[in-house]
């Protein structure tokens, strides 16, 4: 279900799955049920990364036993997992054009944007170029980076899937001082997954995704893949020369596990906006008297001198 799990890490029975049960950054949760029809069982997870709002269905297993009115009790029961973590959202991807679809609206998942998944071709004349205009994104670029998400990314997909806390890892680009690229990519035993975001002001954006393939480095053969947002699909005719569509369409779902209401300002706010000042001492009649305090001068003061100006 999750592409980038998926592409990067391969089959769901491998020692680094099994082993990432035990790190402590990250939560998961597998679940079953029985399948009345057929007697076997449909499997699934849910993982969750320490400090994200989003829990994420990794897998469904198998997808062609799936189309099942039981699949909406799995998904109810992994929401309610997802929820014991205090996670805002579940997140799902499936294919347009899945059967599964209305499995998925039913249990309370909606659309928030679609994606397109490419294998890359890297062009094997570039691996020896020294000069790239990308630069290894650091933690101070993390301002920079947040920002462009949010002048790119629609409200909507920001609310389901926000910016990520943890540090940038990728590549940036630049014109002068402005950063209008940035390139996260997620490393795993089977291929490596590029998430682009790449401002529209940006020329030949094809070709400057082709100059950053040498930085990527793609050792033991491993295949590269990028991912199309909705939101960065200016960009797919620059993309054909880079290597070719490998699943055409995909629905982004979430299911929103908390309520968003609109919350009145307290009424101690207005309170101070209505409080009337109160008349104080001038500021020159104060000085005057500390004025003949230190001076010493024991003569009675004029009382128009100490007034309140009245």
């Known amino acids: ?113 679609w994606q ?35 002048n790119l990314v629609p409200p909507l997909a920001q609310a389901a899937n926000p910016f990520s806390e943890h540090r940038p890892d990728g590549f940036v680009y630049r014109q002068g001082d402005e950063l209008l690229a940035y390139v996260e990519c997620f490393y795993g035993p089977q291929g490596i997954v590029l998430l682009p975001l790449i401002h529209p002001e940006v020329k030949h954006a094809g070709i400057l995704l082709k100059q950053m393939m040498p930085l990527v480095n793609p050792r033991l053969g491993r295949p590269i893949y990028l991912i199309e947002r909705s939101y960065q699909n200016w960009m797919e005719n620059q993309l054909n020369d880079l290597g070719e569509i490998l699943i055409n369409r995909q629905a982004l779902l979430v299911k929103r596990l908390v309520n968003v209401q609109r919350v009145t300002a307290p009424e101690r706010f207005g309170l101070v906006e209505h409080r009337r000042a109160e008349s104080t001492a001038p500021l020159v009649n104060n000085h005057l008297s500390q004025f003949n305090h230190q001076a010493g001068d024991a003569a009675p003061q004029d009382s128009s001198a100490v007034s309140s100006g009245s």
């Open 1 to 113: 279900m999750d592409s980038v799990e998926g592409l990067t890490r391969g089959d769901l029975i491998n020692l680094e799955n099994i082993l990432g049960i035990l790190n402590p950054k990250r939560n998961s949760f597998s679940g079953a049920i029985k399948l009345p029809e057929t007697g076997d069982l449909l499997a699934s997870k849910v993982n969750y990364r320490h400090g994200e709002r989003s829990a994420r269905l990794i897998y469904l297993f198998p997808v062609n036993q799936a189309d099942s009115p039981l699949l909406v009790d799995m998904l109810d029961g992994l929401t309610e997992k997802a929820g014991e973590w205090g996670v805002y959202n579940l997140l799902a991807e499936i294919d347009e054009d899945s059967p599964l679809m209305e499995h998925f609206r039913r249990a309370g998942f909606g659309i928030y944007g």
């Open 116 to 150: 397109r998944i490419w294998r890359l071709h890297p062009d094997q004349e570039n691996d020896n170029q020294t000069e790239t205009p990308w630069q290894p994104a650091r933690g101070l670029d993390e301002i920079s980076i947040r920002s462009l998400f949010q």
